[in-house]
């Protein structure tokens, strides 16, 4: 009797650790206020979660907060970051595809050069969120000459081009998804590629399978 009340007690424990995942609270997925995040990656994310049957609450962050929300496990991940951006963050993993191919940029108002001079000839007040600059540094480090005005709300960035308060402006913008509306007047200068992708803190790397089958079915539906 005491054993078949035991092995009934253990198919329990054991049927509770399986459904467990399915009816755990959802994931806190933040994204940065990006025209083309909030139009392009995030509808993409959000149907390869709901494919996979994983619950979770997307929300809008500043830029300047979303690694360090993420290393502090008070968020679960974010939509879409570049891999140069999240590479050095060691409790930040890349889930499935990339979901594109991104440029940064330097976006230059009309009738002043819009070149690598401006990083490393005459020193100008250049917008660029913490991250953006510190990859450029990187890249770039002639450019620690220049003045950095930090933004961490994208969605303002063409306000400050579009009013003449600033010149310049560092962008990552994607290879597949057009330029928002708003920065097409600005001249566009290259600097170099990087992929995107989805990612999620380290503690639901059991999770990265299911979702990057769903985000490359997702992705190959959209034509992407």
């Known amino acids: 009797m005491l054993k078949d009340i035991f092995l009934r007690l253990t198919q329990v424990v054991v049927l509770c650790a399986i459904s467990a995942p399915l009816s755990a609270a959802p994931l806190t997925i933040s994204y940065l206020q990006h025209p083309s995040v909030r139009d392009q990656a995030l509808p993409l994310v959000q149907a390869a979660y709901a494919q996979a ?93 220049n003045h950095f005005y930090q933004i961490n709300n994208l969605g303002k960035l063409p306000e400050l081009l579009n009013v003449n308060r600033f010149d310049y402006a560092i962008f990552v913008v994607s290879t597949q998804w057009p330029l928002p509306d708003s920065l097409a007047h600005l001249n566009v200068h290259h600097l170099f590629s990087s992929k995107a992708y989805h990612v999620l803190h380290k503690k639901h790397a059991s999770m990265a399978a299911q979702l990057s089958l769903s985000i490359a079915t997702v992705k190959a539906q959209k034509g992407l």
Request: hydrophobic content about 45%.
């Open 53 to 145: 049957g994983i619950k979770a609450n997307f929300i809008a962050m500043p830029a300047h907060r979303v690694l360090h929300e993420i290393t502090a496990e008070h968020t679960d991940g974010d939509v879409i970051l570049a891999q140069e951006i999240f590479a050095p963050f060691k409790d930040v993993i890349s889930v499935g595809p990339a979901l594109t191919e991104v440029e940064f940029v330097l976006l230059c108002v009309a009738n002043v050069p819009c070149d690598n001079s401006v990083l490393v000839a005459t020193p100008s007040t250049i917008v660029a969120t913490d991250q953006s600059k510190r990859v450029l540094l990187t890249k770039y480090p002639q450019a620690q000459r």
